[in-house]
C-alpha cells in the first residue's frame, strides 16, 4: 500500500502514504510545511532499508485531507493515533522535519505509541522566552508570518497569490520562488531528486486549496495545546547553522528545553541539505535510542 485515504470518526478523511515491510515497526513522518504524506525518495528508501515501515499523514486541509479549521498542533496527535489503529501498531518512531517538527514533539509528549522521536530543523514555539522565532529568517517566512499575525484573510491573500507557482513548479522554479530562503547548501540539493521530489509535494499539498498551510502557520502562532515539560521520550534534535528557514535559534533552544534532547547541531549545513546528507545519520540514532 502507498498512497490511501483513512475514514475518521469525525466524518473527515485523511490522506496517508504507507509503505514497506507490513511487519516493520512504523516510522511516523510528519512533513513539512507546506507538503504532503509522500515522502522523497531518500527518506522512504531509507527508512526501509532499516526494515521500517514508512507512515506517513497529509495534515488536514493539505492534498485530499479534510480541513480541520482552527486546529492546534496537538491535534494531530489523535489522527496520528488513528492511522496507527488502523494498521495495528502498538509502538511508533516519530519523527518530523521542518513545519512536522512541533506537530513530531506533539507525538513525543502525548502519542502512548511513541517510542524516540526525531526532530529536522524543527520550529519552535512563538512565545517562547529566550527566542526571537522571526530573527534570522529569511524576507519570504518574514512576510508570511507577518501575515499571519495579521489574521487569516490577510495570509489567505498571501498563500493564495504563491499557490499557482507552486502547483506545478519544477525543481527550478521552486528554487527561484525561495530565492530569500535557500542558502548554497540548500541550493545543491535541489538540483537533483530531492528538487524533483519537493517539486511534487508542493503540488500534492495544494492540489485543492491552501488551507493546511495557512492552518499551519496559524498554529505556530497560536499555543501548541502541550508543554514540552510532558515529553519523556527519547528526541534527537538536528539543526544546520546556515537555516534561513527555521533559523539556526530555534533548533538551539528546542535543545535546551526538550528535556533529555539529544542535540545535533551541525555548521555548514541548511534547511534542506540536512535532511539529505544525514539521513543516515538520524535514523540509526534514532533506532540507538
Known amino acids: 500500500m502507498t498512497l490511501g485515504s483513512l475514514s475518521l470518526p469525525d466524518g473527515r478523511s485523511l490522506e496517508t502514504w504507507i509503505s514497506g515491510p507490513e511487519d516493520g515497526t512504523p516510522f511516523v513522518f510528519h512533513h513539512g510545511t507546506p507538503g504532503s504524506a509522500r ?16 507512515v506517513a499523514l497529509s495534515r488536514p486541509g493539505y492534498a485530499t485531507s479534510t480541513r480541520r479549521a482552527g486546529r492546534r498542533v496537538v491535534d494531530v496527535v489523535d489522527d496520528t493515533a488513528a492511522v496507527l489503529a488502523a494498521i495495528g501498531a502498538e509502538r511508533a518512531y516519530v519523527g518530523g522535519w521542518s513545519g512536522g517538527g512541533p506537530h513530531a514533539l506533539a507525538c513525543a509528549a502525548r502519542l502512548p505509541q511513541t517510542i524516540a522521536t526525531l526532530l529536522i530543523a524543527g520550529v519552535g514555539p512563538a512565545d ?50 525561495m530565492a530569500s530562503l535557500l542558502p548554497p547548501a540548500d541550493r545543491a540539493v535541489l538540483t537533483d531528486e530531492f528538487g524533483a521530489d519537493m517539486a511534487r509535494s508542493f ?43 527555521v533559523p539556526f535559534a530555534h533548533g538551539r533552544w528546542l535543545a535546551e528545553h526538550v528535556p533529555g534532547a539529544t542535540p545535533h547541531l551541525l555548521p555548514g549545513e541548511g534547511h534542506l541539505s540536512i535532511a539529505i546528507g544525514a539521513l543516515d545519520r538520524m535514523l540509526d540514532g534514532l533506532l540507538a535510542s
Open 39 to 54: 515522502p522523497s525518495g531518500a527518506l522512504e528508501r531509507a527508512v526501509h532499508a532499516r526494515g521500517l515501515r514508512f
Open 128 to 177: 517562547a522566552e529566550g527566542l526571537d522565532f522571526l530573527a534570522g529568517m529569511g524576507q519570504d517566512n518574514i512576510d508570511e508570518f507577518g501575515a499571519a499575525a495579521t489574521g487569516e484573510q490577510t495570509l489567505r491573500t498571501l498563500l493564495d497569490g504563491q499557490r499557482p507557482e507552486l502547483l506545478h513548479a519544477s525543481a527550478e522554479e521552486v528554487i527561484a520562488s
Open 203 to 245: 503540488g500534492d499539498a495544494l492540489q485543492v486549496s491552501v488551507d493546511g498551510w495557512l492552518d499551519d502557520d496559524l498554529a505556530f502562532l497560536a499555543g501548541w495545546g502541550f508543554g514540552l515539560d510532558e515529553i519523556t521520550v527519547p528526541v534527537h534534535v538536528w539543526q544546520g547553522d546556515q537555516d534561513l528557514m
